[in-house]
């Protein structure tokens, strides 16, 4: 059985931190995000007695260790709530990225949320939308997010019942656009997770996102741009200070990076454009602004130096029914 599916990244608004549970990926609270497009995943998979063994393929590179690992959780959970007899069969998965991978743009997002939603199918699963989101948050917790797209959050739990993800309701998708500011830096989040814990600022984050939690739910049913990005701009900051902090010190930020912070600012403190900047763990920078504004924010961005692309909002997770999109 052979199924295929595409999913869009996510961009964290009020991102989580750490991890209670390694393998289920339980985080420690709540996480908000926001899908983009047209970046996207798109990933076939087929269970086949023809194969010898799992393989998984990315980008036209097999994955080993911990990234086959990963993967195979995944494929572990979805042959674990399947009645199907053929998902005894090894599997094969191969999956392309529309964008850069590993640069901060959410691409183990996508990526995750893409597998879920083709092995949901390849795996004839009677799933709904949250439960095929909990066997994409096993990938990756972000994961679970870009399943339901647009405007979605991730409850805290330590159950696939608690720990899900569903959408909220706001119009802000439409007249959301994204111009991001690409820094090429090699980053690894999962190190960044497994020590979140011992950063003496981890506690005052937890404390903090409760409230910001609350603030960016209303500000999202109340469609209120600017609350929602000046929440987002500074959940990015309070994240880097968690992970800055951690036993490693780990600092993404770049000089570019930077550069684009500051051009946001003088943008909105000199000509009053709305505009804000985020970052997940990554140097490279999501400026999100208007339509109206998009144009303006791109040319000033660019002006730093570095590449842009401008991105809108990106819809759930869905298969893909013409033959011709199988990856193989």
Known sequence: MKATAMAHPIQGLVKYHGLRDDLERYPYHDSISV???????????????????????????????????????????????????????????????????????GSSSSGFAAAAMALSEAAEIDASRAEISTIARVGSSSAARSVTGAFSILTQGLTDEDCHARRLQTSLHEDLRTVVALVPYHKDTDDAHKEAADSHMFDARRAFVDDQLAEMKAALRDDDFERTFDIAEKDSLSLAATTMTGPEGWVYWQPATLAVFNTVRELREEEDVPVYFSTDT???????????????????????????????????????????????
């Open 282 to 328: 990554g140097a490279s920078v999501y400026v999100n602004t208007t339509e109206e504004h998009v144009d303006r924010v791109e040319e000033a961005v660019a002006d730093t130096g570095v590449s842009t692309t401008t991105w809108s909002v990106g819809g759930p997770a869905k298969l893909l029914d013409d033959e011709d999109d199988h990856l193989f």
């Open 35 to 105: 899908c983009t497009a047209p970046s996207h995943t798109r990933t076939t998979v087929e269970f086949s007695m023809d194969y010898d063994e799992d393989t998984y393929v990315v980008d036209g590179e097999e994955l080993t260790g911990t990234g086959f690992d990963r993967l195979e959780r995944v494929v572990e959970k979805a042959r674990g709530m399947s009645d199907a007899a053929h998902t005894v069969y090894p599997c094969r998965i191969e999956s392309e990225n529309s964008f850069p991978s590993n640069v901060g743009l």
